[in-house]
């Protein structure tokens, strides 16, 4: 069974106005997710804002999220940090905590070529008993991890699969075309969460959406429809679940890492899910206005009543 | 007096064989960096691949060169992580360790604006005791740091200067000049080892060339040049300087991390100043064939005989 | 009926190999591609390497390709030029041959906003009798057109459609939902040859696939079953033909014009569809050894006995 | 003697409030140049607006600015257009005009590498008896020329000088290198008009500033201040032109053919050098704010009494 299959929410990082990790947001946003059904949970991902985590707090987040999800779903496990031996040290800390696996990307801040990225994953892979899921997130990073290089690295055994927020399409399709006729060695999953049909129709055996944190249901139903072949049935769900994404253009003018995820959590606090919309330092959280504009279109998407 | 004056060379890291650090080779550098005439020393920035280091090996960097500057001349320390929190960790360390300053760049990974930025700087400082140079090097993170941010946390003594390694001269002039604007709050010095000549004339406190691990003198006299207004000899310097340069475009098709700092190190190899060429993994030092080509050019540059 | 509803290929332009058109392989051409099935022809595009013709070819091209059609289905003609009242000048010709649209790219060479672009097609358009569907090719010209933009000018009657060539599929989602809530005074065809599938799903009017040069009727089939509600057949169809598209990465290290559009010629001449693979200058066409991996190509593919 | 040496503006475009081509208005400002001193004149440029421009309204302006120049400065004509065989449609008529030069860019909305460019500029150069710049603004199309195939042009006499808008001074500094060691084929030029003093100190033969058309006398001053070695006078006429070119930032929010290009036509207008600021369409001209901001940092920098 493909590690990455089904939905996946990146799992969003709840904070309590100090600054300090509201935990017990935490335990309901987990419990939410898992009861909307989704297949695993990814944690200290971009959406939970692992950047600005200090290393007791990535672990106290691992910790807290698998004793939550109590085997019923796997926990995977992002370990961002500039080259391969500061990221194994967060993997082996995930490891060691009970995560299924971890999420590494290419390496920060350093300059490399493709060769080298390579063998930034064999060094990580290397050290580890868990399987590596490779994340593809070129606007974080200075490299698009390139099709060969994955297909390669899946045969070798070195990842089990990729994250692709590359939002590069037709590379994706490529990545699919070519992993299929390598036997599969991969499992592929897209963070595109408003384009989940089609990826889902050009053989993706996942999705990573942010949105889900929001509507877990809807993620999961869009998958059902996908897999039982009702294609109509999967574009309207995604159709609808698209105007909710609205969301995340509600707010004008800000950071990469305040709008969307922003949107999420004022979107999660009106539903109830977790207790406010606190942002870590230096990102400020939604304005008043903003939030209600974020409420009017979880209303209207039949959310909120 | 600036911060920033004069030839401050980011040290490069030497390695053994096994990947571990060579001390002794870091040793003779900072030697022969002290007895070129440098003004100060830069440990852990990129061209001290900083990125494939673990905080131990950074702190072991930071001490030994300190150790072996032994006031001479101040050690400004680089401080590369995620966000502020995690920066100023480093930050931390290299203070009670007896750094002069550090030096900060914008947050990784994460996606800000420039108010968030403006804040990041603002977090780092408030914890510290020794200056704050704000580093811009955009190729390497998401953002370029603007003038008007710039002077305004010099103008609020949160960072004393700016080392500016975005090839941009003109921001870079129109930095230079809104600083003289604002009564000079900050310290501003260039990167770009090929055109210092020129940046000293328009107002550059000094400059910070990974070729004056090569060649500090000759930056030395370049600077000292421009100091007593001897313009066509500091351009002569600069000329003879940029030909010694171009063993930076030996190695071709290489990463961004492997070339020029490649050629560095197997042109301070050649002139026995370190022990080898060794990169750290997973990077490849220069093939026999390119080391040649590089001394050929240092050769020529009358630095080996 | 939407205007670029179905398949509607960007014609090739073939050369003699003394740089001349070649205007028996262009009627050869159309004839192909009307037998193939496809619903409109779109003369003058990138595919149609317009860049390298002048006034005069231009309207050769024109005045050829409508006699041959002859009224089956639609001819559509690119206008490339920097800007409005230039364009018009190409249009209105266009226009007096016959078209039946023309296709308008953002201003090139100049460096214009959203509010300028807007008013470089109300200004193209006030000229014209005939339609005018907006060309998004980012990758040609500076200016990727927005989403609500592009909507307003729908609203205004100064587009009818927009051929979307910028590869971004979030963007051409929000701009499918969004010119469906607006009534859909827009038509809204692809240029992503190897995810029509997926884009007919979303809603895509129409595709306009360099590729279709090659293997129209596969396109057509593609779309028939995209119509019929068969995505199972779609996505295959779109597979088989994705591996029809592979011809495109034969050659290596070639330039934008010279690669893709060079096999999609070397693949028309190897099925006796056009006379040569000639590029026009300063291109060179494929080398022996690409031509026979094209070929190889085009053979398992199943188009070549 | 070099056909790029010292001061040679790019010329704006004055126009009539109906659209019109102002010719009163382009007369008085090739007087107030050439009173000004400088050196040559280049027309047809980005800054002139071309782009905006039909061929008959070119040819009018080159024809103008021939006939009111009467031999005292050589007139240089720009010739942007798709692709080889349109841009020499445009250099030969400028050469029947009497044009002194002709500066061609890389192709336009073409993709073509490095060789194609290489032979983009050879077709050109032999339909023409006058000598060929290379135009280098990579901001308007898609590519960069490269220092080899400059200097190489330049040693097979295809062009004879270069005329940087790049933005890259290590670029540019290798050029003159490499031009130096080549025997100085080429006329090298750059468009940086805030760091002249510095681009002639490392070996520019001349600028092309669009400031200049304000304030001409002061670019001259600057010129001659370098060729007599004095680089003090160099620099602190730069710092003074500088203060002044801050009116291009005056306009805040405006595409890259509105702010700049209007700020200096707002300037060379309250000079009474031309009639006023008009802006060819879609462009909006500056709003009386913003000419009154305009007009105060021209009066500070004593221009304006």
Redesign the interface.
Known sequence: MSILRGVVPPVLTPFHADGSLDLASLDSLVEHLIGGGVHGLFVLG?SGQ???L?DAERDTVVERVIATAAGRVPVMVGT???????VL?HARRAQALGASAVVV?A???????S??IA??F??VAAGLDIPVIAYDVP????AKLGRDMLVQLGREGVIAGVKDSS????AF??LV?ANRAAGSPLSVSTG?E??C???F??GADGCVPGLANVDPAGYVRLFEAAER?D??AA?AE??RI??LFEIAFVPQG?????GGIGAFKAACAALGVIASGTMP???EALSAEEVADVEAIVREAGLLR
Do not use: C, F, K
């Not at 961002?80 to 500061?86: E, Q, S, V, Y």
């Not at 390496?107 to 070529?113: G, I, K, R, V």
């Open positions: 971009s692992v950047a600005y200090t961002p940090d500039l080259t391969a031996r500061r040290d990307t390496p920060l801040y350093a300059l490399n070529n060769a080298e063998d930034h064999r060094l606007v974080r990073g200075p939002g590069d399409d037709v399709r490529r075309d595109h408003v384009m049909d089609g990826m129709l050009l072949g294609w109509e574009r995604q159709d698209n105007r800000r950071s990469g890492d305040a330092a230096p990102i």
